[in-house]
C-alpha cells in the first residue's frame, strides 16, 4: 500500500534507491518528507538497503575507478561498474576491489605474462604445444593432431584466453587430456590429468579400423586376446589402423600373445 501524503510506493522507492542510486537522505529530499519514513518503508516493502556506495563510487583501487552500481548478485553481494586505466570496463563485487583481488579488466595480467616472465612458465609451454602439433607439419606428432583435423579453440590464439580458460586447475605434474579425443582443444572438451589417466582416456578413445569394423582400442585388444599397452604403443608410433593390421607387419609378430 502506497503513503497516500506522500505517494510512496515501492516502485518508487525501487527505481530511486536501485536505479537512481539516491541515499536515504537523497530519496528523502526527492520525495519532500524526512529520511526516518524513507527508512521505514523501505522495511515495510522488504527493500535491501543498500550499502553506503557513497564511499566507494567514483573511488579508485589499482586501476579501476568506480563508476556505479551494475546490479545486485543472486548471492546479495554488489557488483559495480568500473572503469579500468586502458579504456575498458569491468564488473567487480566490492570485495574484490577492497582486498586486491582484482586490480584491473585484465589487462595487467597481460602485462604480467609479456613481461613479468610467464613466457617461460609450464603453461605456457603446454599452450605453444598445442598450437605446434595442431598447425605445424613438421612437428612429430602433427599426423595425431593436425594431421587427422584435431584443432584448437580460436579464442586461444591468445595466450590470455589459454590461462584464463585452464589457468586455474594445473598443479604440477599434470597434463592438459582432451576428454573426448576425436574433438579439438577447448576448455570445455580439456581437464588436467595425471599421465596415468590421460593414458587410460586416449586408449579408450582411440578408434581404430579393421575389415569395415571400428572399436576403441580397448576393444580389438579384448578381441585379438593382445595387451592394450601394445597396440597403443603401434598407434602412438604413426603407424595407422591399415599398418596395425597389415600382414606385413602382424601384431603377432610385434608382439606376443596374451598368456
Not at 537512481?20 to 523501505?42: D, F, P, S, W
Request: aromatic share 12%; with cysteine.
Amino acid at each position: 500500500m502506497a503513503n497516500k501524503k506522500y505517494n510512496i510506493t515501492k516502485q518508487l522507492l525501487l527505481d530511486l534507491h536501485y536505479k537512481q542510486e539516491l541515499t536515504t537522505v537523497e530519496m528523502a529530499n526527492k520525495i519532500g518528507c524526512n529520511e526516518t519514513l524513507v527508512r521505514l518503508y523501505l522495511k515495510k516493502f522488504g527493500i535491501k538497503k543498500l550499502p553506503k556506495y557513497s564511499r566507494i563510487k567514483g573511488q579508485r583501487f589499482n586501476r579501476l575507478t568506480v563508476v556505479k552500481i551494475f546490479k545486485i548478485g543472486e548471492d546479495k553481494n554488489m557488483r559495480w561498474l568500473c572503469r579500468c586505466d586502458c579504456g575498458n570496463t569491468a564488473i567487480v563485487k566490492a570485495a574484490q576491489l577492497k582486498n586486491g583481488d582484482v586490480k584491473s579488466c585484465g589487462c595487467l595480467l597481460k602485462e604480467k605474462i609479456t613481461t613479468h616472465g610467464l613466457s617461460k612458465t609450464k603453461l605456457y609451454s603446454v599452450w605453444q604445444g598445442i598450437k605446434t602439433r595442431c598447425t605445424n607439419p613438421k612437428a612429430i606428432n602433427y599426423y595425431n593432431y593436425g594431421g587427422r583435423g584435431i584443432c584448437y579453440d580460436p579464442r586461444w590464439e591468445k595466450f590470455i584466453n589459454f590461462y584464463n580458460d585452464m589457468g586455474k586447475g594445473y598443479k604440477p605434474g599434470l597434463t592438459i587430456d582432451r576428454k573426448n579425443n576425436n574433438l579439438g582443444y577447448s576448455k570445455d572438451n580439456c581437464r588436467w590429468a595425471t599421465p596415468k589417466e590421460q593414458m587410460s582416456n586416449m586408449r579408450s578413445n582411440i578408434i581404430l579400423y579393421h575389415n569395415g569394423k571400428s572399436q576403441t582400442i580397448a576393444g580389438w585388444a579384448n578381441e585379438l586376446n593382445v595387451n592394450p599397452d601394445n597396440l597403443y604403443y603401434l598407434y602412438s608410433r604413426g603407424w595407422n589402423s591399415p599398418e596395425i593390421f597389415s600382414k606385413t607387419n602382424p601384431i603377432r609378430r610385434v608382439f606376443s600373445w596374451k598368456n
